[in-house]
């Protein structure tokens, strides 16, 4: 699975002149925003099993880093 973001990176690379300059800045500007989205998941992931994971006294910080990896990093 691909996030927003990805895919959208994906279509900008595949669809704009890689002479355009403004490929390049809107490319570094998504590979900024991508952070923001991964913690964003990461945040909504955790907030939804924060009992359960506070319960099982699991490490939350590593588990969110875990299932964002697993679902969204797989088709890189």
């Given at each position: ?9 994906e279509y900008i ?16 500007q998504a590979d ?12 909504a992931h955790c ?30």
């Amino acid at each position: 699975m691909k996030t927003a973001m990805q895919e959208l990176i994906e279509y900008i690379e595949l669809n704009i002149d890689d002479n355009d300059f403004i490929k390049h800045e809107v490319l570094e500007q998504a590979d900024k925003l991508i952070e923001k989205e991964k913690e964003q998941i990461k945040d909504a992931h955790c907030w939804g099993w924060s009992d359960a994971y506070d319960n099982l006294q699991y490490n939350k910080s590593r588990l969110c880093e875990e299932y964002y990896n697993q679902t969204y990093n797989q088709n890189k």
